[in-house]
Antibody, heavy 123, light 106 residues
Framework: QLQLQESGPGLVKPSETLSLTCTVSGDSVSSGSFYWGWIRQPPGKGLEWIGT???????YYNPSLKSRLTISVDTSKNQFSLKLSSVTAADAAVYFCARHSGRNAVWTPFDFWGQGTLVTVSS | DIQMTQSPSTLSASVGDRVTITCRAS??????LAWYQQKPGKAPKLLIYKASSLESGVPSRFSGSGSGTEFTLTISSLQPDDFATYYC????????FGPGTKVDIK
């Protein structure tokens, strides 16, 4: 059974870089033909797609975050990661990692999700 | 960018009710629409993809319809487990989620 687990600091200072990792178990990020994504949800608000990566390293970013965002993949650890620089209070959210459902298709829904991790931005 | 809207934002209903939620896109997304259910403190769960295809394991009381810019999610007979927030998502051009519809107990 595929499982995804987010990890990283729960508290980040304003202007610093938020770094999260998603560890995949039950499947390989490199053996399949799936794309892997990050989504966030500010407390009490809706969902926002952050970005997506393929095991080859190809990335797709939300234009509103692109200038601050880096998503990378480490196939040896079966992980993919998110770095968001220059954070502000507006970046405080629950961050989810998830798998796109379609094989060889980036623009598909998310069928498997991690449980999410809360990131607070405060000095 | 494609914008998504949902109506209503909140819906009060009783067990056994037929419930319909509407999602609209700012431009045609053909049939590239998904619906998710989210409960407090949990990740969203995929219910419907390609506007009307039921995800494996999802009860048949859930159904989706629509194309172009207007879509609906229908729950034919609301069950206690269905009280949650529902989101639509377009994946025609990148990904955009709707603002959500909370279904609560009347």
């Amino acid at each position: 059974q595929l499982q995804l687990q987010e990890s990283g600091p729960g508290l980040v200072k304003p202007s610093e870089t938020l770094s999260l990792t998603c560890t995949v178990s039950g499947d390989s990020v490199s053996s399949g033909s799936f794309y892997w994504g990050w989504i966030r949800q500010p407390p009490g608000k809706g969902l926002e797609w952050i970005g997506t990566i393929y095991h080859s390293g190809s990335t797709y970013y939300n234009p509103s975050l692109k200038s601050r965002l880096t998503i990378s993949v480490d196939t040896s650890k079966n992980q993919f990661s998110l770095k968001l620089s220059s954070v502000t209070a507006a970046d405080a959210a629950v961050y989810f990692c998830a798998r796109h459902s379609g094989r060889n298709a980036v623009w598909t829904p998310f069928d498997f999700w991690g449980q999410g991790t809360l990131v607070t931005v405060s000095s | 960018d494609i914008q998504m809207t949902q109506s209503p934002s909140t819906l009060s209903a009783s067990v056994g009710d037929r419930v319909t939620i509407t999602c609209r896109a700012s431009q045609s997304i053909f049939g590239w629409l998904a619906w998710y259910q989210q409960k407090p403190g949990k990740a969203p769960k995929l219910l419907i993809y390609k506007a009307s295809s039921l995800e494996s394991g999802v009860p048949s009381r859930f159904s989706g319809s629509g194309s172009g810019t207007e879509f609906t999610l229908t729950i034919s007979s609301l069950q206690p487990d269905d009280f949650a927030t529902y989101y639509c998502q377009q994946y025609s051009s990148q990904n955009t989620f709707g603002p959500g519809t909370k279904v609560d107990i009347k």
